[in-house]
């Protein structure tokens, strides 16, 4: 039963994690929502000792406004995408807690669901960000391509569907369900 606890203390640590990393995707996107109108709003020509935060931006970041833009506008998609697979994620902890094991039906249906979601969210949410910055470099001068993009899952999303593999055998076993293996 050490594994168990064990298994129980992980769990309790996913939730919580899910729940941070879901909650500062909510606080990512609201800033890029608050760059984006401040920007608009000419607050970005807000002087401060005689230098405008639009010249700072392009000189020092090397960035021009347009790819700002671009950016904040992508970067906004990426974090809900974020916030709404920790959500997911808050939610199989939740309830596999409540189980008390992870070895049951209904949690590997579960973690089955958020190893596909964990694959399709950031896949989604970076082809609209991908779509969204092409529409910005179209309507917008000056915006540069992506350095680099945020980078799926699939990995891990490919890891939890093996696990509710493993996990609904572990269920069949707990129930008495589980075939016979042939013998070799």
């Not at 995707?25 to 920007?39: D, E, K, M, Q, R």
């Not at 199989?92 to 979601?117: C, H, Q």
């Not at 509710?164 to 013998?183: D, F, Q």
Request: proline share 3%.
């Amino acid at each position: 039963m050490k594994s168990l606890k064990t298994i129980q203390v992980l769990a309790k640590i996913g939730r919580i994690v899910s729940k941070i990393i879901g909650i500062l995707s909510i606080v990512a996107a609201c800033l890029c929502v608050a760059g984006i109108v401040s920007l608009a709003l000419g607050l970005g020509a807000l002087k401060i000792g005689g230098v405008t935060i639009h010249s700072i931006i392009e000189t020092k970041a090397e960035i021009s406004i347009g790819t700002l833009y671009a950016a904040m506008a992508s970067g906004i998609l990426l974090c809900v995408g974020e916030a709404i697979l920790c959500r997911f994620a808050e939610k199989y902890f939740a309830n596999e807690l409540k189980a008390g094991t992870p070895f049951t039906f209904d949690g590997s249906k579960e973690l089955l669901r958020l190893g596909i979601l964990a694959i399709c969210i950031p896949i989604a949410s970076e082809i609209l960000a991908a779509i969204t910055y092409g529409i910005m470099r179209l309507l917008m001068d000056g915006v540069e391509p992506p350095k680099d993009w945020y980078g799926a899952s699939i990995g891990i999303g490919v890891m939890m569907i093996v696990t509710s593999v493993i996990c609904r055998y572990g269920a069949e076993l707990k129930e008495g369900k589980a075939p016979e293996e042939p013998a070799a």
